[in-house]
Every structure is written in C-alpha cells, then in structure tokens.
C-alpha cells in the first residue's frame, strides 16, 4: 500500500548511540541491508508524535546496513531523538538531494572547511575523499568547534588523517583543556595557511556566520565563486520540492537542488 | 496547443453537463451564490450553479489540495512501530470554474505532480474534471491578462457562450468522452475569446522584477503588511505547508498530518536553533511575489499567479498586488 508514497516513513532501528560531545550524539540505524545514498544526501528522521526533521548522513556511501546521523539536541524533535536508546524505532524517509556533484570535484586539490556540527554535512565527502584517495589531489579539512569537548566525530577524523588528508582543528577557547591545536576561528586557517589556489575546490559547512566569512575570506583571495560550494540548512517539511519550506531567494529548493550549491548559482544573500 | 471546437446545439449546457456528470459518478462542485458571496460546493441541481460573477471565495485547491489532510498514521504496540497512509478516493468534477481557477490548477499540477508526485494530490486531480466557463465578469482586482492567464491551459472542457451560440473547446481525451455524449457539432473555426481588459501590469514591468530583489523599496512598500498570511490562504495556487504530528489519547497511536502554512509567517523559515533565515518583514513580504512571478518563470516557463485577485480582495489594509508590483518598478 505504502509502496511510492513519499510520506511514508520506514520504520528503522537504532543500533548504537555515541556520545559525540556534551549536547551532540550520533545515531546509528539499521537499515536492513540496501540502504544506498550519494555523498552530501541527506534523510528526514522522525519520531513517531514529536515530528521529523533533515539530517546530513555522516557515514560512508560504502555502509549498506546502517547510516549515522550526528545530532545536537537543539529542538523538539533532537531532543526526542536524544532520549531514544538501543534498539528504538525511528521513522526515515529519504535519502534526498543531489549531495556534492563528484565529478565537479574529483581530480581536484580539494579543502573542506567546517564549523560546528557542519562537520556532519561535510562527512560523507571526506568518506569518499578516504575510500576514492587517488581520485583527488592535495586534501585539507579545516575544522572548528567552540571547545575542544566540542569537537565531534573524532575517530573518524582520525581515520580520514591516516590516508593523507591534512587536518588543521581550531577551538574558538580551550576551557583550560589540553589543546595543541589553533585557538581562534576556522576561518583563520584561510589567512595562515599556504591553500592551494590553481585546480582547487572549496567546500563550506558551517554556522550562518562562518559561512559567510569563509566565503568572503575566500574571495579575497581571489577564488572565483564557481569554485566554491556550500551545503545549506534550512527548514524542510517534506524533502521533495513541494512544502515549500527550503525555497532559496532564487527559486532554487535546498532538497531537491541540494544542499550542496556552486556559489556562482547561489544570490550571495543566501550564502549564510 | 491545437483545440477541437464545438458548437452545442442542445437546450441547456448546464443541464445537460449536470446529468452526465452524475451519470458518471462525479460529485459536481461548481460556484453557486451564498448571501453575498459565490463559493465553490457540491451542487445537487443545475440551477444552483452561477456563471456571471468576478470571484469564488474558495478554489479548486480547497477540494483537491485541502488543508487538514492526513498523511500518515502510527501505531505503536510491544515495542513497534506500525505506518499506514490513508488515501481517499473521489471522483470531483469542477463545473464551471473560471480559466484564471484552471490555470491555478496547472500551478498546483507543477508542483505536486513534480517527481516524486504528491500522492494524495495526484488521486484526487487524476480522478477530477475539470470544465471551464469562459469569464463573464471581472473587476479592478483581476489582471489574468497580465500574467497570461486569460485562456486556460488545463481544462476537459471549456465552454465559451458568444452571442447566442455556445461554444465548448476539448482539451483531453475525457472531456471528448463527455462531448460524445452532447448534442453538438464540429466546427473548423475557433470563437472569438473575448478580451477583458485586464491588463493591468505592463509586461516589461514582471520582466524587469528579477532584477529588483535588493531593491529599497520592497521595505517602505511592505510597512503596511501585517504579515497575517491572508493573502496566502486565499490564493488558488499556494501550496506551502506545515506539518504537525498528533498524538491520540491512548498515546500509543497518532497521524502526521498536513496544513497549509504561509511563507509571510515568522515561523516559515526557523531552521535549528532557532534562527530564522527571513527576519524582516519586507524579505517575507517579496518572497510571494517572487514565488510567483519570478521564480515561476526560471524554472517552469510560466507566472504561478493567475491574475485571479483574491489576495488583493482579502487583504485587511487594502494592499493590491496590481499596485505593489507598479510601486517597485516605478
């Protein structure tokens, strides 16, 4: 009866929840075996009386069992999810978008630059940047968080270190944690550290803010925008051009025409 | 578009049309009169049914995209989840709709028959007909020939009544079903489609909006605007929504249902954490007429506005979009 209707939710399983940080877990969900996505596709998640919301999927394009969903407990339905445990039901839907157009940035020196929990919609790529390593030139991630007990997914950044993608980590204050890495802002990376510029693509995930900066950092170096790409957030209801909620101010859908967008295709507005 | 023309030879089209549309199990909306307003209802004789009149305070979008729908249920029992999705089955005829109301039905059919289609709309518009009459009446709030919505582009039928003689134009493979079974003619000819003087926004001006999205005046223009979302609600062509998740009172069951919302309200663009991507209320104020007249036109080809004017009819303090769109471009 089910089959076709979009609204339909699967009924999946939590398989395991990791405590990323103070406010942050990560979900992992069982799928029952074919769960296929592209890089930068997101799912619509929900909890059976509190409602849905869109999640970047962090996990590798190569897992067919399960998919990981990082979420900070910021609104009705983050905070149901938060409650939910080992072996409770959630409702999925998707995967939606396009994700990142892979072959715009395969060969390719690649530098991501995430803040915050846009690290999650930044994961995925990096997951195909580690299983698909010679398929790109020189790879950085420039990462940022408030603390360092903020810092999330870390042993997969571990992981993705290990095949030769360069790593920087800022913390905008160490809360008198160890620390050896920058304290400041991510975007500072783009002023003191030596990024390719010839035959590169930039990728942005972040807060409203840091996106904007890294953008106009970006172009002040003189990077044109068709080389820049961010992944956006904005509110969603259905995940398929139709509620209306994702509509860019230039008729572009987030969920149908994202997340990721080229930033030539973007009004600047919306780089935010 | 090439349209088979007919010249009805029978005594009454309404008649005749009511009767075959009961004979083929159709529920028959059309627009009636109720005190001082004309509304689109299920009608159970030709009689009720009016065609000289500018505007129905509902639309086709109330029977075949209406609010309050029901998308899917839950069920919880011994630690599962059980989703079922109700869909309704009707079989809606729309009598007598006018062309700007048909045309709002090719805006609803763009978005919500876009893969993936909108299920619950895709069985109610498949299993519906849709008859137009030709426009009698119109006001200083319409401006269908502005936005070239003056002939409609998705019809069965459209009746075009022209000094004495009724002329009906077929526009599917349905609507012939049904001139097989009237009593009419062919004609090699097609009638003069009257025009109405609607004309009220100059072309170079909906041409020239693109271009006016920063522009300073969308904020002196929109200070009136109680953002109340009025304008929204009444509109045959809106489609945006909200989605709530009931809970029953046993607390083990519940639906996700659907209602529509309003890109003028604070709450349309909250994104996590509470930040909201359209504060102002001028950047709420445009993004309709954007919608509409803008963006419509990059991706589709064709103004999600249908010139009808009933946002401009509904408006508490009196903003008219004829006069908004002048005022920016001005």
């Given at each position: 009866m089910s089959v076709g209707n979009p609204y339909v939710p699967k009924v999946m399983r939590i398989e395991s929840v990791v405590i990323e940080s103070p406010d942050v877990k990560t979900f992992v969900i069982e799928t029952g075996g074919n769960f296929t996505f592209r890089p930068g596709q997101f799912v619509i998640v929900g909890v059976p009386g509190y409602g849905e919301a869109p999640f970047a999927i962090a996990s590798s394009f190569k897992e067919r069992n399960f998919f990981e969903i990082t979420v900070r407990a910021i609104g009705d339905v983050t905070k149901a999810l938060h409650r939910l445990g080992v072996g409770d039901v959630v409702l999925v839907r998707g995967p939606y978008g396009k994700g990142y157009p892979l072959d715009e940035l395969e060969r390719k020196n690649l530098v991501i630059i995430a803040g915050g929990t846009g690290l999650i919609g930044v994961s995925s790529l990096l997951w195909y940047v580690f299983e698909e390593r010679s398929k790109f030139g020189d790879v950085y991630l420039l990462y940022g968080a408030r603390t360092p007990r903020d810092i999330i997914r870390k042993r997969d950044i571990r992981i993705w270190g290990s095949k030769n993608i360069r790593i920087y980590l800022s913390v905008?204050?160490?809360?008198?944690?160890?620390?050896?890495?920058?304290?400041?802002?991510?975007?500072?990376?783009?002023?003191?550290?030596?990024?390719?510029?010839?035959?590169?693509?930039?990728?942005?995930?972040?807060?409203?803010?840091?996106?904007?900066?890294?953008?106009?950092?970006?172009?002040?170096?003189?990077?044109?925008?068709?080389?820049?790409?961010?992944?956006?957030?904005?509110?969603?209801?259905?995940?398929?051009?139709?509620?209306?909620?994702?509509?860019?101010?230039?008729?572009?859908?987030?969920?149908k025409d994202g997340p990721v967008f080229r930033c030539d295709k973007l009004p600047e507005r919306e780089i935010e | 578009m090439s349209i088979r023309w007919f010249r009805y030879l029978g005594e009454s089209i309404s008649t005749d049309l009511f009767n075959i549309l009961k004979s083929l199990g159709y529920e028959v909306i059309a627009p009636t009169k109720m005190g001082n307003n004309y509304v689109l209802r299920a009608v159970s004789s030709p009689d009720e049914i009016v065609t000289d009149f500018v505007r129905t305070t509902n639309t086709p979008k109330h029977f075949l995209y209406p609010n309050e729908v029901t998308l899917i249920r839950w069920f919880r029992s011994n630690g599962d989840v059980k989703v079922e999705a109700p869909l309704e089955v009707k079989k809606q005829a729309f009598m007598f709709i006018k062309p700007c109301d048909a045309n709002a039905i090719r805006v609803l059919d763009t978005i919500l028959l876009d893969e993936p289609p909108d299920p619950i709309y895709s069985s109610l518009?498949?299993?519906?007909?849709?008859?137009?009459?030709?426009?009698?009446?119109?006001?200083?709030?319409?401006?269908?020939?502005?936005?070239?919505?003056?002939?409609?582009y998705v019809y069965d039928l459209w009746i075009v009544p022209t000094n004495g003689d009724v002329y009906i134009g077929v526009g599917s493979s349905k609507g012939q079903d049904i001139i097989n079974k009237l009593k009419v003619e062919p004609i090699t000819y097609q009638p003069k489609i009257r025009e109405l003087g609607t004309n009220r926004i100059p072309k170079e001006m909906l041409r020239k909006l693109g271009e006016l999205y920063e522009s300073p005046k969308w904020r002196e223009i929109s200070e009136k605007c109680l953002l109340c979302g009025g304008c929204t609600s009444v509109c045959p062509s809106c489609t945006c929504f909200e989605v709530i998740d009931d809970v029953g009172t046993d607390l083990?069951?519940?639906?996700?249902?659907?209602?529509?919302?309003?890109?003028?309200?604070?709450?349309?663009?909250?994104?996590?954490?509470?930040r909201i991507i359209r504060k102002s209320r001028d950047e709420r104020f445009k993004f309709r007429y954007y919608?509409?007249?803008?963006?419509?036109?990059?991706?589709?080809?064709?103004?999600?506005?249908?010139?009808?004017?009933r946002c401009s009819a509904q408006c508490p303090v009196g903003m008219n979009v004829i006069e908004v769109i002048k005022d920016v471009c001005r």
């Open positions: 905008d204050r160490t809360d008198g944690l160890p620390w050896d890495g920058h304290v400041g802002f991510v975007t500072d990376f783009i002023d003191t550290l030596e990024l390719p510029i010839e035959n590169t693509c930039y990728v942005i995930c972040g807060p409203p803010i840091m996106m904007k900066v890294s953008y106009k950092k970006l172009l002040g170096k003189g990077i044109k925008p068709n080389a820049i790409y961010v992944s956006l957030e904005r509110h969603m209801k259905c995940g398929i051009g139709k509620c209306g909620r994702c509509l860019l101010s230039n008729g572009l859908y987030v969920c | 518009r498949g299993n519906s007909l849709v008859i137009v009459h030709d426009c009698l009446r119109s006001d200083e709030l319409c401006f269908c020939e502005s936005v070239n919505a003056r002939v409609p083990r069951s519940g639906s996700r249902v659907r209602i529509w919302t309003s890109c003028v309200l604070r709450s349309f663009t909250l994104v996590a954490g509470g919608h509409k007249f803008v963006f419509s036109i990059s991706r589709y080809g064709f103004y999600f506005c249908t010139g009808c004017g």
